[in-house]
């Protein structure tokens, strides 16, 4: 399995990080995000959020409102400005579609509680879709791990009736063989988050993510000193 990881899973090495001072082109914030760590969480799903007002298809306007008596609490109110066009990524679409179907055209953030949930599968989708499709991934890095994932599970499914019919049939050498394929299917369970693999185009651009998110780190710093 190691010998399989080194060629179908390990990364190539990331160049010498340089500073770099604008975000790559061509990626919105929730793709670098997966392609930084290889998984799409809910951080670069919440990014589809200021992209899209980025781009002026939203406003984003912060407002105080009424918890109980004179205690406030903040919120955010959310206006959709015009609809998507055609040529947009295919997860904004899905997150612009996910916002009108839970909230309208005007809302809080607070109302989508409960409602904007169900939209969260097929968005992750769509960024993992747009990551392979881009050629940054071999292959769909969720189809990957899954796919391993499910392959080690069934090896030590295999081993447990290996093992229930050793019982059985009171046949000595059984235990023996479904311990090995036991720990073989645990073995392919423990690489099965680290066999999707960047391709060169993916390292590249990940120098790239990597010496922007240096210089807003170093940014920060001098903001807080």
Request: hydrophobic share 40%.
């Amino acid at each position: 399995m190691f010998k399989r990881w080194k060629k179908e899973g390990k990364d190539l090495p990331v160049d010498t990080i340089t500073v770099k001072y604008n975000a790559p082109k061509d990626l919105t914030a929730a793709e670098a995000g997966t392609i930084l760590d290889q998984k799409v969480d809910f951080v670069d799903i919440t990014s589809i959020l200021f992209d899209l007002a980025r781009l002026g298809y939203l406003s984003i306007e912060e407002i105080e409102t009424n918890k109980f008596l004179f205690l406030k609490k903040k919120d955010f109110k959310i206006k959709i400005l015009k609809d998507m066009e055609a040529g947009e990524e295919k997860h904004l679409r899905k997150f612009m579609e996910g916002l009108r179907k839970s909230g309208g055209k005007e809302f809080l953030i607070s109302d989508l509680k409960n409602r904007f949930g169900d939209h969260i599968p097929d968005i992750r989708e769509e960024i993992y879709n747009s990551v392979h499709k881009k050629k940054y991934f071999h292959g769909n890095p969720n189809n990957v791990r899954m796919a391993y994932f499910a392959a080690g599970f069934t090896i030590f499914i295999v081993s447990f009736m290996a093992t229930v019919f050793s019982a059985i049939s009171a046949i000595p050498v059984l235990p023996g063989i479904a311990g090995g394929i036991a720990i073989s299917g645990l073995i392919v369970l423990c690489f099965s988050p680290a066999m999707p693999k960047r391709t060169t185009k993916g390292s590249e651009v990940l120098a790239d993510i990597l010496g922007f998110k240096e210089f807003l780190t170093r940014v920060e710093r001098e903001r807080l000193e």
